[in-house]
């Protein structure tokens, strides 16, 4: 299994997604999405966050967390989670549903305006359905940790950050809006019963007929890093046209590392935490379905060859530095026939949303 640790990983841990994709769709009924061993958070709510009192029903049998209230708030940039635990303490506040303590992160990763730190509130108490998001806000603006919920979007749904698969199922009244987005593996949302258009698919595909839609993604390209760690410590990350996609920590045997992505351009495996015996093995990387040995790259420079840093042909990074494997190439399609539409897309969608 993938185990995510590091800096995106310590992110990971506390809930985040890397995400590979995003999909958001219009939606007044009742919104479906559907998991494949994926890194995923989702749900049903609004593009904009308010003070609102927010009442739900749904079920879930793959949620790490949830099914509860999550979005983001801007001015301080915050991903906030009502009904959770993690963090520094910052104070308590009360609400109609009870007392709650807010526990603050403070975190460096993917975001709704990018790529960058952000704050996670976590809001442990009594999260069920029926929260007043004015007294949540109140409450954190009463801790000197205010924030404008009308910046980010505000659902109720769940996340799985381990990788699961399964279905979540959730209404929340008088939403009209839902997303999901992804970080490894495929997801898919749909609406059912209530009208539904799709407004943003970003890296994955859409199939839309009759009255429904049904989005999917965690397409794009996958990328499979075979690798080890001397210490089982070591972390290397995944780069794809000078994007971060992944961070892992390895273990001490040789093991298999999936990703996948919608960016093209040049493929670096980096060691980025050497110190110590911390040493690097890549055996080789598989992208897209092809092979290529790290013994056959040219550009190494974290191999320790003629007493320096940096050489070439070795599966070795004994210091900080990367393995070049060559581009990773996308392209798109568009299939259209009868009633229905199938586009497949690997455009870059980074920058339009996170
Ligand atoms: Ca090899
Ligand atoms: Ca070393």
Redesign the pocket.
């Known amino acids: 299994m993938k185990k995510v640790l590091t800096v995106l990983a310590i992110v990971a841990l506390f809930g985040s997604i890397a995400q590979a994709g995003r999909t958001d769709i219009s939606c007044s009924g009742t919104v479906t999405i559907s998991a494949s061993n994926a890194a995923w958070v989702g749900g049903h709510g609004w593009s904009s966050g308010s003070n609102r009192t927010i009442s739900w029903s749904g079920s879930c049998n793959m949620c790490q967390w949830g099914i509860a209230i999550y979005g983001w708030g801007t001015n301080p940039l915050v991903e906030y989670y009502i009904g959770r635990s993690g963090g520094s303490n910052s104070g308590s506040y009360n609400t109609s549903k009870g007392g709650f303590t807010l526990y603050i992160n403070y975190c460096n990763g993917p975001n709704i305006t990018g790529d960058g730190s952000f704050q996670q509130y976590n809001c442990s108490g009594n999260g069920s359905s029926g929260q007043n998001m004015g007294e949540h806000s109140g409450g954190w603006s009463g801790l000197g940790h205010g924030t404008n919920l009308g910046g980010g979007y505000q659902l109720v749904g769940g996340e799985n950050y381990g990788g699961g698969s399964g279905t979540m199922t959730v209404s929340a009244g008088g939403a009209n809006w839902a997303t999901v987005w992804w970080g490894s593996g495929s997801a898919s949302i749909s609406c059912g019963g209530g009208s539904s258009t799709t407004t943003t698919t970003s890296g994955g595909s859409t199939t839309t007929s009759g009255g429904s839609t049904t989005t999917s993604g965690g397409g794009g390209t996958s990328i499979t890093v075979r690798a080890r760690g001397t210490t089982g410590s070591e972390q290397i990350q995944v780069r794809v046209g000078g994007n971060t996609i992944t961070t892992w920590t390895l273990g001490t045997g040789m093991g298999n590392w999936n990703t996948s992505t919608s960016y093209t351009g040049g493929l670096n495996v980096c060691f980025t935490n050497?110190s110590g015996?911390?040493?690097v093995q890549i055996d080789y990387v598989v992208v897209g379905g092809s092979t290529r040995q790290s013994e056959n790259q040219s550009y190494n420079t974290g191999v320790w060859q003629n007493n320096s840093c940096g050489g070439s042909y070795s599966e070795w990074l004994?210091?900080n530095g990367c393995i070049g494997y060559g581009d990773v190439s996308g392209g798109g399609s568009t299939t259209t026939s009868g009633g229905s539409t199938t586009t497949t897309s690997s455009s870059s969608w980074w920058g339009s949303w996170w």
């Open positions: 050497d015996d911390r040493d004994h210091c």
